[in-house]
């Protein structure tokens, strides 16, 4: 169109007054034209339900939709005055706001991340903000941000994942039909006992047994009953789904707040403690609460470990070593704990995160067991490689999302 008034606006000194008449209607409806083709854009521009937010070279504010102003919190009175108001401080959730400033300074044209945002109602929403170059007739003119709500991919892919695992719920109810067995077994057999003395009883003038003989019996089924009730519970919390909130998070905060919770309990045992954090700015889909519980058992196991293998061990001799490490490589966050602990013989590693299994007196044989489920949740992976009387080291690994695996290479 500017083309066009540019060619008419040279010629019009060699028109006659008729053509020029005519060519001002042409203009006219042409100017029509595109008013209507304009009216159209912007009505399908604010229909969109992804957020369109144009800024200019400057990332300030030119045009931004209202799904754009709806999922980055950017309310309409801030779109009022927002001439020469950098983008990054329209928007409301901090970590959003950071990612456009350091698409800014470091002059990033191409670029995506995803976000977890809370709600006014507590929920958890999954946002992905993309950017990228805006041209206009052939001439970089700004950047266009574009961002989804991924909520529900990202929810169907926790709940394929969940219906994977129902899978494993087999043989650990088979294993409970089994556990329960003797304990019911029991408790029959010393039942009858006692009804069948109740039973001579009667048919003696209603004489009772001695108090010993009946309570005997009785202890046995009130102590054959709690264990049953210990392994029903055991069990539920074994099968019990993961209530996980999962986040995209940094761990090395949580690394770092779990390590200074057990340093001084380590030191006092003789126990080096030792944080490497060869990577700090990758985040991974995690609960933190659930992240911070397997550190916390990883920990806790190590801490036994070690003072089982120095039980002398004090802040002076310093025989124990503790080390959590994490790096990214191929795509995976990867976390290793270590210990040189007593380690663990081949059958043991073997059966180290099956539902049950302890080598403790006082275990429940469920720790390593939430702590593999936890992992699972977020979507990763769990290792160990245990030599007896030498030490432990447990790797996790964790995928990154797309958009961080761009961002750190």
Sequence with gaps: MRRFVNKVTEKTEKLSKEELQRLIKNLSEKMEEVSLENDQFWAIFESLSSGLLIVDENYNHVHSNSSAQRLLGISSGDIYVSDNVPAWDLVSE???????????????????????????????????????????????????????????SKNQDVLLHRMEKLASLTNLAAGMAHEIKNPLGAISIHIQLVQRALEKARENADTLPARKFVEDHIDVV??????????????????????????????????????????????????????????????????????????????????AAIKSKFPDGNAENMEGRFKIANCVRDGKYIIAVADNGCGMNEETKNKLFEPYFTTKANGTGLGMTMVYKIVKEFSGEIGVDSTEGEGTNFVMSFPLPQSETKLLS
């Design 222 to 303: 009130n102590e054959e009953i709690e264990h049953l009730n210990s392994l029903v519970m055991d069990f539920l919390f074994a099968v019990r789904p993961v209530n996980a909130k999962l986040e995209l998070k940094n761990p090395v905060g949580i690394i770092t707040a779990v390590s200074d919770f057990f340093r001084p309990e380590f030191k006092k045992n003789g126990i080096s403690f030792e944080v490497e954090h060869l990577e700090k700015d990758a985040r991974i889909l995690i609960d933190e609460k659930l992240f911070r519980e397997v550190l916390m058992n990883m920990a806790q196991n190590a801490l």
């Design 94 to 152: 901090e970590e959003i706001s950071v990612f456009l400033k350091n698409c800014f300074d470091k002059k990033i044209t191409n670029a995506s991340s995803e976000f977890t945002i809370s709600t006014d109602g507590g929920t958890v929403r999954f946002l992905s903000v993309n950017v990228g170059p805006l041209f206009q007739e052939s001439n970089l003119n700004g950047t266009i941000i574009i961002v989804k709500d991924i909520t529900d």
